[in-house]
């Protein structure tokens, strides 16, 4: 069933249809709230907030446009508003900085290695201003086009280019400081 025909059905008042949808969409939006509001649970209730302001206007959809782009601007905004209400309050990530006491075999070493390596760029992409990671996971994690991200988060492509160029450095350095024999491409 195409994206086109579920959302027929669903402004038909198919519910079980705008459960697939959801299903589509959920991971990712998720994934995006959660790097912009740092919070797990406002992350959870914003996503489910756009589900429910999407539901609401999909009969004025434009189909001329993609509807994860249309989704995920929703999505951004509802972030937006979330981080607005919050008036700036500092969030102070805890972590768990204690190594365990296990042997661990050398032929596992490389995969720990990479393991190591992603929860160091996760841990970072926290630490960061989300007006930078949220356009680094729009386009390296979602796979987002400069136009994409420019539709979703109502910025000028200018500006998205260099929040992304900005926060490549930002990662890259904080990657480098954390662990500075990590080869990174510049």
């Known amino acids: 069933m195409t994206e086109s025909e579920i959302i ?16 589509q969409h959920q991971r990712r939006a998720l994934s995006l709230a959660e ?3 740092q919070d797990t649970e406002e992350a959870r209730d914003a996503v ?3 589900f429910v302001k999407a539901y ?9 446009a993609s509807f994860s782009t249309w989704f995920y601007r929703i999505v951004y905004t509802t972030c937006l508003n979330v981080l607005e209400k919050r008036k700036r309050t ?10 365990g006491s296990a042997w661990i075999e050398p032929t596992v070493f490389k995969s720990m290695e990479a393991t190591m390596v992603d929860e160091a760029i996760a841990d970072e992409m926290k630490r960061m201003d989300p007006m930078y990671s949220t356009v680094l996971e729009l386009f ?30 930002q990662l890259r350095k904080a990657l480098l400081k954390r662990c500075p024999d990590l080869e990174i491409p510049s």
């Open 56 to 64: 609401r206007s999909l009969a004025k959809f434009n189909r001329d």
């Open 48 to 50: 489910q907030d756009a």
């Open 90 to 99: 500092p969030i102070h990530d805890e972590f768990d900085d204690e190594l």
């Open 140 to 169: 390296y994690v979602d796979d987002r086009s400069y136009e994409e991200i420019v539709t979703i988060t109502g910025m000028p492509l200018g500006t998205v280019k260099t929040r992304l160029n900005r926060g490549r450095n």
């Open 35 to 37: 790097r912009m509001l």
């Open 8 to 23: 027929d059905r669903i402004v038909g008042g198919d519910t079980e249809a705008y459960a697939i949808l959801v299903g």
